[in-house]
């Protein structure tokens, strides 16, 4: 593997990026944007509805999966379905695990139906 110089990577530099990208096939990962729903340069909030209730939306490059509230299924009475297990690390170090999702959640948005499984958190 050689970098954009075109130099060979040093061997420790390397093991970082396999341990780096082991960890991101065994953890789902939520961005320091969507867990503090601070607006950055590369996210967005959309307003939606789910069920006739509102719902904001983070559109963000920085997760590794759709998500969605436990609460907020709960609050609108959508069906979900076991998935695998799945770890969830947050920006901040903890670890939380989802383990259900919303198949085909679909919301409205300006004009717009769409629909996407999501994870639940």
Known sequence: MVNNLDQPLPEEILNALETEDVLTEEF???SLHALSSVEAANCMKLRAKVKNKVMLILVDSGSSHSFVSADFV???GLSMQDVGTKK????NGQILLSDKMVPNMEWWCQGHTMSMD???L
């Open 28 to 30: 789902g990962y939520l």
């Open 74 to 76: 709960s609050q609108v």
């Open 88 to 91: 969830v690390k947050l920006a």
């Open 118 to 120: 999501m994870r639940v």
